[in-house]
């Protein structure tokens, strides 16, 4: 059955109107148009779905909207917050991290769940947290350069 | 004036407004019939016309392949569009530079050579006057077709060319915004799933319709043939009435599939057509050291990321689709042919999807769209594969076979050299064959055979016997192709195609030579080499890894657990130079440590690109070779996820290092397959060099490897 249902993304409130079942990647998506939250396997393996839920990193493709209410929601679209880019995608781009770009967002989005927590992560820390994020086009290398290099941007920007 | 022939792909589309217009603000829009899918192709193309066009490479607006407009370049295939697409916007740009010349000499009263171009303005040498491409765009027809009469830069007037300018899609991507077909949202959008059946021959015997029908927002359930889906207003409610459909659906089955662990005995059991591809001096020279080995791959799945989807509206007899196509003309063509339309009643547009790495899902999807679409007319239907159908239902790259026979001399020289491979055709892409390739035009109530794939097309070679005419300079050699039917397993185009196996065989069999005789691999590599480039390639691989300062290289000189591998190819004897040093940590499981390569890919338009391209190919076939096998019972496809089909990982990922000799003098080779052999080879290499023991059918997994420790 679908009822209205109050969503905390990005910093602001929004209220759907959804079955409390549906996974929050649809909602995300269709509902509130916020398009940068790819599916990926519909199964929280692959990663290419993550949001931020209350910092964490979560598979948006298999949680329920339900469990997302009265929580704070990040998707991409507000990762940047004010400043609108975060160092992590300035990193991307930076290091020129990616090919076809559909894994990126949802590695983007567990980086920052990992660099919210610890903001210098040794490099065994990184691998080991993104292990859940797989990138077909290969560019794991390039990735983890981008995530070191906003790692610094972040410990610079703090001291 | 004497004038070089155009390049093909602008002969078939030569007039030089289907290539670039040049707008009244400032901004240049290009367009080309390649797409992207993640290559960066795109980029490199802006780069291009950007230098010949002498502007600004912001100044570039790329505009998405469209059947309406856009050249009709067939297929982004085959690393061939850096050579292929770029020559011919080169062209098209430099003449559409002179044309922007001569009218500024018109308005200037100036000869063309007292002008020059600086970012889209044409200066008056030694004067103030100028005038700006925009300025000078209602006055400058490119509505005439290219003639060559002028020549694009040489290489020492490149400026652009051979930069690293960051690509042009990646802003957008990192920061989410809608460049995905998956992305679209069109007035009136419904949503669609197909529902496939449980394996290729399946016959569906029942369904219950009528009950999904009454199914929170369902608008629309289709049935032709063994061809089922669902339309819905939200995409969660035709998920959950595809679950329910494909719960009812009834359906008797064959066991018709091979044993999926001897497929080197069944494809060589397979009926075939023997076509010698080279045979000179006497074969089967007796040698110091005779060696025989076979090797084999498994079928691979392209395991895209992102399930293919595409978006299709179906209105007063006009067709639209939005897709992520890598050939959006023949694509129409299967679509209008399975639907018994005229071509031109549909617009096929190209949107970025997911990464493909060949043929795929991605133009299945546009049919499967129309179907549904055709369901409620006027509505948009976004259709979604299922990550499930996108491992099971897609082509695969064939599993193939390869055995080598071989005699070397104790002084290391190769008298005797026989390469003999089992495959099916590769290729099945749409708009080649008599009947529709595509995947729901065979599941019809009226089906379309499916048809029995092509081996070689006009201007590409043939796709099998990739590489396997080897480059070494050998007396005596002898290449067989035993060319199979179709197999009952579906299959198309694969990054690498034959390519990939042919060079694992020969590169693996080069060092099974110089073990039997005694000699360091590289070298023996090196003493059957005349191509310089090739020669080169190899010595800056072995410079820069390491491998070089090694005291034995005879392909046991590893510590027991640590091992270095070289493998070299120029993928299809034509494209680029590469050759990979891989170092591995190898027991009963495998550890690539770092992998090095050096290639050489001509005239470099962008080294960062290359570079990305070169370590991607890399990792994805380090994957293939240590992970990757598709899996079947008698009946179905049993790899549907990534537990059962696993790819390489963060922590498995090794560093790659990546080196580019760069010629600028000589035309640009693409990138995208050319380390893939070379890899597979270094692998199996470093392993054998590491511990002594070879497997030679991959994936090298944990149970082969333990087998083959055992059998030491």
Known sequence: ?159 | MTTDPLPPGLTRNSRLDRWVEMRTDGVVEVRTGKVEIGQGITSALAQIAAEELDVDYARIRMIPADTGRSPNEGVTAGSRSTMDGGGALRQACAEVRDAFLQAAARRLNAGVDELFVRDGTIHRKASNESATYWELSAEVDLSRDADGRVAPKRADQLTLVGKSLPRLDLPDKVAGAGVYVHDLELPGMLHGRVVRPPSYRAVLDAFDGKRIETMPGVRAVVRDGRFLGVVAAREEQAVAAAAALAKGAVWHEAEDLPDVDAIPAFLRSRPSKAKILSEKGVPKQAGAHAVSASYSRPFLAHASIGPACAVARVQSGAIEVWCQSQSIHPTRLDIAKTLGVAPDTITVRHVQGAGCYGHNAADDAALDAVLLARAVEGHPVRLQWSHEDELAWSPFGPAMVVAMEGAVDDAGRIVDWRHELWSNPHIARPGLQESPSLLAAWHLDQPFAQPPGIDALPGIQPTSERNAVPIYDFPNQRVVLNALERLPVRTGTLRAIGGFLNTYAIECFMDELAHAAGVDPVELRLNHLSDERAIAVIKAARERSGLASRSRHDGSGGDGSRGMGLGFARYSNEAAYAAVVVEVEAGATINVVRAVAAVDCGRTINPDGVRNQVEGGIVQAVSWVLKEQVRFDRTRITTRTWDDYPILRFSEAPPVEVSIIDRPDEPSLGVGEAVAGPVAAAIANAVFDAIGVRVRDLPLTRERMLAAINDA
Do not use: W
């Open chain 1, 1 to 159: 059955m679908t009822q209205s249902i109050e969503l905390n993304i990005n910093g602001a409130r929004s209220v759907v109107t959804a079955d409390p079942g549906t996974p929050l990647i649809y909602v995300l998506r269709n509902d509130l148009k916020l398009k940068g939250t790819r599916f990926g396997c519909g199964a929280g393996v692959c990663g290419c779905c993550t949001v931020l839920l209350d910092g964490r990193g979560i598979q948006s493709c298999n949680t329920p909207v339900s469990a997302a209410q009265g929580r704070e929601i990040t998707t991409i679209e507000g990762l940047g917050g004010k400043a609108g880019t975060h160092p992590l995608q300035q990193a991307f781009v930076d290091e020129q991290a990616g090919q076809c770009g559909y894994c990126l967002t949802g590695v983007v989005m567990g980086a920052a769940a990992l660099l919210g927590r610890n903001p210098s992560p040794t490099e065994a820390e990184i691998r080991s947290e993104l292990d859940i994020h797989l990138c077909r086009c290969g560019a794991y290398d390039r990735i983890l350069r981008a995530i070191r290099r906003a790692s610094e941007m972040i410990s610079k920007r703090g001291e």
